[in-house]
């Protein structure tokens, strides 16, 4: 059974740094692009970042953590990270990630996209 499994979410102060992972079982995430979404009390879902498949050189960011986050994968541990520096309020969220079989012409930068959902992290940003 496809299954993605999210951890490394917690509680942080502003300016500091949390890396979330999305671990994958019963399939290969190679072949596959990862995406993280997230979500906060009573917004829609928005994008954070999608890494393509295989080396993951194909990445894209939202802009709204352009410079701040950076997705990366290691196909070995069938897991794909998100570092997040520089946290801000407004990033506080629970933060999924996504997996669809991979294709050239797909960029993958909405949920619709996706068939493989994890459950979720939170993160919360606060002094």
């Known amino acids: 059974q496809l299954q993605l499994v999210e951890s490394g979410g917690g509680l942080v102060q502003p300016g500091g740094s949390l890396r979330l992972s999305c671990a994958a079982s019963g399939f290969n995430l190679d072949g596959y692009a990862i995406g993280w979404f997230r979500q906060a009390p009573g917004k829609a879902r928005e994008g954070v970042a999608v890494?393509?498949?295989?080396?993951?050189?194909?990445?894209f960011y939202f802009d709204s953590v352009k410079g701040r986050f950076t997705i990366s994968r290691d196909n070995a541990k069938n897991t794909v990270y998100l570092q997040m520096n520089s946290l801000k309020p407004e990033d506080t969220a629970v933060y999924y990630c996504a997996a669809q079989r991979w294709n050239y012409y797909s960029d993958y930068t909405t949920g619709d996209e996706y068939d493989y959902w994890g459950q979720g992290t939170q993160v919360t940003v606060s002094s």
């Open positions: 890494i393509h498949s295989r080396d993951g050189r194909r990445t």
